[in-house]
Nanobody
Framework: QVQVVESGGGLVQAGGSLRLSCAAS????????MGWFRQAPGKEREFVAG????????DYADSVKGRFTISRGNAKNTVYLQMNSLNSEDTAVYYC?????????????????WGQGTQVTVSS
């Protein structure tokens, strides 16, 4: 079983920054492709960013390109999401996910393990 845990959410003013962290742990020796999704109130969950197991392949949603950066940590199956120039449309619950397939995947069904989410609220 693999557990995914996110941290780093909170309240920030528009124009500010936050860094989310995620770690996937459990009975596995594999390196997973990792991704971030978010779900705003009343909206469907959407892809934000993904990174493959090596860190060489990265994908972003158009809405966050140039503002968000996904990266892998030194520890196996850790990933970060640096979020800059935040605005009210970035307010959402952010989910981290791990995928055991070629990546980085962009669709929810391609991910095998999910975290519980962390709330990000951007005040204007």
């Amino acid at each position: 079983q693999v557990q995914v845990v996110e941290s780093g959410g909170g309240l920030v003013q528009a124009g500010g920054s936050l860094r989310l962290s995620c770690a996937a742990s459990g009975r596995t020796s594999r390196r997973y492709n990792m991704g971030w999704f978010r779900q705003a109130p009343g909206k469907e969950r959407e892809f934000v960013a993904g990174i493959d197991w090596s860190g060489d392949s990265i994908d972003y949603a158009d809405s966050v390109k140039g503002r968000f950066t996904i990266s892998r940590g030194n520890a196996k199956n850790t990933v970060y999401l640096q979020m800059n120039s935040l605005n009210s449309e970035d307010t959402a619950v952010y989910y981290c996910a791990a995928a055991d397939r070629r990546g980085p995947p962009r669709y929810e069904y391609e991910y095998d393990y999910w975290g519980q989410g962390t709330q990000v609220t951007v005040s204007s």
